[in-house]
């Protein structure tokens, strides 16, 4: 039993089941249907064929073993009709069998070769066919059997006067071709309705699961939206409207999470709004008191009369502090209007022109560095906004610079991708800008990775030898992922010991490289 478990486990489990609840649901009901119809054919013909093996045995009964009996030294059985010797076959039917046996062997067999009137023909009977006779039981029961010169017969067996055993048979052709036929139609009927049922059932579980569908619908439509940030619209609810079904419960639930959702959602991007507004706001606010404070200490500096040396000292903190901050309150508000969405200017950039100016500047704040420069033959230009862009080389220079120690080599590299068969590195209509800043500096560590593109993220100093020197606000790489996916496009960052490199990828112009 356990083995017959196993191997309906294991053909199940390389049958192919159909994947959608529609599909199961109507191959379940056309598979139930199908076991039905196959159980009432099967009882069907199991009966018929019972009943009809019953007839056959009520006839052999009747038919008794006159016919066997004439047989004997080849004399015919008296007959109801006086001076007729055929009388012996004229109440048998046409294919009767008759056998006469004595001491297990067949000393006579012939069969009726047609209705009334007729007369016998012998049979000669295989030696299979005698050991089959002399088989049978002599409890004048019908049992069937085969014989090789005539078929299928049901056959009785009788002791006869004398000590022989008189059989008698008849042919069960008749039987079969009645259980045949009905076997036939049964096919034919269940198929068809097998047929019409697969049909009928698909319609049915179709619209019985449409509002399920809906369901699967919208909650697709959500999946492809982007729910991370800003303003978003989730699609009509599914509105089923009878409750006290599954699928209408289903549905229910399902629009009220989605109710639920999108209330998050809109408070979420109203406190959005809110903290970019007041991010926008204090630094604006913010710019002209510290620009102020700075002014003040630059004129203080400037007075002419004798000023202790600690007072001096502490002007020139306030200084650089009120610098510093400036510095801080311009990106907040610059990454505040990136995020509420202002469009950047839009004119044709030289790249190339804007990476020699940043290593340039680089050099002069760096000049421990090794600064290196990989650049295409051609120049490459981008459309965008060439401050932001500058600002962009500048904060990942200055990265590279501050968080490695010196002596470190500095890589910057610029190509331009083409997406049509350009690999010659020129600019193509429709390619991308491709700018690498790579430094085999100590890297980055991996608990910092994930987050270096977020506000106010701040690597330790596992990347200077002797802590640097202005470990800066957070913001610089914030800034440039915000500028670079306000010009469409992204960056990226692959980090090793050793080994450190951002990617920039920008929309190329196309008239790059024609200039």
Request: aromatic fraction near 2%; charge should be neutral; glycine fraction near 10%.
């Amino acid at each position: 039993m356990r083995a017959i478990v196993r191997g309906a486990r294991r053909w199940l489990s390389r049958v192919s089941l159909p994947h959608t609840l529609r599909a199961r649901l109507t191959a379940g009901l056309v598979v139930l249907l199908a076991v039905s119809c196959a159980a009432v054919g099967v009882a069907a013909v199991v009966e018929l064929n019972g009943f009809l093996t019953g007839r056959l045995d009520q006839q052999l009964r009747a038919a008794g073993v006159r016919f066997p009996a004439s047989l004997e030294h080849g004399a015919p059985l008296p007959s109801d009709h006086d001076g007729d010797e055929d009388g012996d076959t004229r109440r048998q039917a046409a294919g009767t069998f008759g056998a006469r046996l004595v001491g297990g062997a067949v000393t006579n067999a012939a069969v009726v070769s047609s209705g009334h009137g007729a007369g016998t023909v012998p049979v000669s009977l295989s030696a299979r066919d005698a050991r089959k006779l002399a088989a049978l039981p002599t409890d004048g029961e019908g049992r069937t059997t085969e014989l090789s010169s005539l078929g299928d017969y049901r056959v009785m067996a009788v002791r006869g006067r004398d000590g022989d055993v008189l059989v008698t048979g008849l042919p069960t052709e008749s039987v079969e071709a009645a259980v045949h036929r009905l076997e036939l139609v049964a096919a034919v009927v269940f198929g068809a309705a097998l047929a019409v049922a697969g049909v009928a059932g698909a319609l049915w579980v179709r619209w019985s699961l449409r509002p399920l569908s809906r369901v699967a619908a919208t909650a697709t439509r959500v999946s492809e939206l982007s729910l991370s940030s800003g303003e978003v619209t989730l699609p009509p609810r599914v509105r089923e409207s009878d409750p006290r079904s599954e699928v209408g419960r289903v549905a229910g639930a399902f629009d009220a999470m989605l109710g639920h959702v999108e209330d998050a959602l809109t408070k979420r991007h109203a406190s959005e709004e809110r903290l970019r507004s007041f991010a926008a706001d204090a630094s604006h606010e913010l710019r002209t008191p510290v620009a102020s404070i700075r002014g003040h200490a630059e004129l203080a500096l400037l007075h002419p009369d004798p000023v202790p040396r600690k007072v001096v000292r502490a002007l020139e903190r306030i200084e650089a502090e009120a610098s510093r901050m400036g510095e801080v309150v311009d990106d907040l508000l610059l990454l505040a209007r990136l995020d509420a969405g202002r469009p950047l200017e839009r004119r044709p950039v030289d790249l190339t022109r804007l990476v020699l100016d940043a290593v340039t500047d680089a050099q002069a704040a760096g000049p421990g560095h090794r600064w290196t420069l990989e650049l295409s033959e051609e120049p490459v230009t981008v459309p965008g906004d060439a401050h932001r862009l500058h600002q962009v080389l500048a904060n990942l220079l200055a990265n590279a610079r501050l968080h490695t120690p010196v002596g470190t080599t500095v890589t910057i590299s610029l190509k331009t991708d083409a997406p049509t068969g350009d690999r010659a590195g020129n600019g193509t209509a429709g390619g991308t800008a491709v700018l690498e800043v790579h430094d085999d500096g100590p890297g980055i560590a991996a608990d910092i990775r994930p987050k270096v593109f977020e506000r106010f993220t701040r690597a330790d100093r596992r990347r200077t030898e002797d802590g640097g020197g202005g470990a800066g606000a957070g913001l610089g790489l914030s800034i440039v992922a915000a500028v670079a996916e306000a010009h469409g496009g992204s960056v990226t960052l692959a980090g090793a010991p050793g080994s450190t490199t951002f990617t920039v990828r920008l929309p190329a112009d196309g008239e790059s490289g024609s200039r």
